[in-house]
């Protein structure tokens, strides 16, 4: 059963960076990509960065460009993303997923709540 565990989240002001972690297990991730996701209060759901997993290969949600990385430690299967600006509208719960390359998200963590202050 594959597992994803966040961490890292907390309460920062404006300007700040932030680093969090998911801890993936239970399969072996070979051809699968992760990624992390963030849903505002009242908000849906939206992509923020995914990394695939063999070959590092690393993609951005325009809007988030310049201010966050993905990036993975394939010894710990854990992927991170590093957040760097924060800015209040940031807030949200981020999610951890996982899936097949190129046919969407099978399996999501539980969240880790990201609260910006002004």
């Known amino acids: 059963q594959v597992q994803l565990v966040e961490s890292g989240g907390g309460l920062v002001q404006a300007g700040d960076s932030l680093n969090l972690s998911c801890a993936a297990s239970g399969r072996t991730f070979s051809r699968y990509a992760m990624a992390w996701f963030r849903q505002a209060p009242g908000k849906e759901r939206q992509f923020v960065a995914g990394i695939t997993w063999t070959d590092g290969d690393t993609f951005y949600a325009n809007s988030m460009k310049g201010r966050v990385t993905i990036s993975r430690d394939n010894t710990k299967n854990t992927v991170y993303l590093h957040m760097n600006s924060l800015k209040p509208e940031d807030t949200g719960v981020y999610y951890c997923?996982?899936?097949?390359?190129?046919?969407?998200?099978?399996?999501w963590g539980q969240g880790t709540q990201v609260t910006v202050s002004s």
């Open positions: 997923a996982v899936g097949p390359e190129g046919k969407g998200y099978d399996y």
